[in-house]
């Protein structure tokens, strides 16, 4: 089988960046005439196809996709370098490119200010990753008719496009697990209030207490930030409590992650006394020790499936339209084990 030629190809061959490629194949200003004819006569050669997406590019184009999201919390996380990692293999060959924009910034929740980008043409579409349920420049973007895929949050207006995980089948099953080992004290750390996710995840949580006839205090249920600080101060107050609990149910694996380092500052054994499951399955989960017994969500092919979209649409001269849930399943480890006679009659813990 012969391997079709690609950008790196042609760069390799002519000595260019593949950012240069690029934008020499794409028509695109800011190469020059020389450059241009050196990697035109290297496509030629290496019999390179130009990618449909690319054909379909015209002059009024920027070609550059924007990646929307907000910075706080979500720069530097393994969650959002999957993201990306889907993302630039769905649009690899596609000849354009990626530029970051804070959802959190003035300019982007300011509506003439944000119009006003998107008039000037900075970018073709977005991809919006993660946003507030709350936040007020999906509906600038909706009136503006900006092409765009959220992603990694389901949205409850139908006009807006999304790719998400099945939430509440995850937390459901980590929950049914826990039940399975034994385990009737579960408590549930949450996330953030305006996230669709956050809230589903709850639900899904409460859904399962009410089927199983579990009765738990109010105090069982914390409200979190998907932070570790937040999921340290939470488990904290969860095992300070008379009767506190043997499991807890994280709705992510950074919460998780703290809700765990306060039960080794506070003594208490993982799994022997405290089971802990996460949500999200990151590559710490299984670096951790004990390693973190979690919910694995496709987060790079949710990219990949969320960028081909939007490509497609952009092809198309059209909005992107539907709405995809991922599958999920759940990861066991080492966090999470059977539910201990001893664990029904524990005192509070105590400060080391």
Not at 93 to 115: D, P, Q, R, V
Not at 205 to 210: G, K, L
Request: charged content about 25%; hydrophobic content about 40%; some cysteine.
């Amino acid at each position: 089988m012969i391997r079709r030629a690609t950008m790196n190809d042609i760069a390799r061959l002519c000595g260019f960046s593949k950012m240069t490629v690029s934008r020499a194949l794409a028509g695109r200003p800011g190469v020059r005439p020389e450059a241009r004819r050196i990697i035109a006569a290297a496509a030629t050669k290496l019999r390179y196809e130009v990618s449909w997406v690319a054909q379909s590019l015209n002059n009024n184009r920027s070609g550059v996709v924007g990646v929307a999201t907000p910075w706080d919390g979500l720069i530097g996380s393994n969650f959002l370098a999957e993201i990306f990692r889907g993302f630039s293999r769905a649009m690899d060959e596609s000849a354009l490119e990626l530029a970051l924009f804070n959802t959190e910034s003035e300019s982007f929740n300011h509506g003439s200010k944000l119009a006003k980008l998107y008039r000037q043409r900075k970018v073709d579409g977005l991809l919006v990753v993660a946003p507030h349920s709350d936040d007020a420049f999906l509906k600038t973007l909706r009136r503006l008719h900006v092409p765009l895929v959220v992603v990694g949050e389901g949205l409850p207006d139908a006009s807006i496009c999304w790719i998400a995980c099945d939430d509440s089948k995850g937390i459901t099953f980590v929950s049914q697990y826990l039940f399975s080992l034994g385990h009737r004290k579960i408590a549930f750390i949450g996330g953030p209030e305006n996230l669709n996710s956050a809230a589903r995840r709850r639900k899904a949580f409460v859904d399962f207490v009410r089927a199983k006839a579990l009765r738990l205090p109010p105090a069982y249920f914390q409200t979190g930030d998907y932070t570790i600080k937040g999921g340290r101060e939470a488990a904290r107050r969860l095992l300070k409590l008379s009767d506190r609990p043997t499991a807890i149910v994280a709705a992510n694996d950074i919460t998780a992650f703290g809700a765990m380092e306060s039960a080794r500052q506070l003594g208490i054994s993982i799994p022997d006394e405290l089971s802990i499951t996460g949500f999200d399955d990151l590559p710490e989960a299984s670096e951790r020790y004990p390693s973190l017994t979690t919910v694995h969500q496709p987060v790079r092919e949710m990219g990949k499936k969320s960028a081909k979209l939007l490509l497609t649409a952009l092809a198309e001269n059209k909005l992107p339209k539907g709405h995809t849930k991922m599958p999920v399943s759940l990861v066991v480890r080492e966090s999470t084990g059977p539910c201990r006679k001893v664990n029904r009659t524990m005192r509070p813990a105590r400060e080391p």
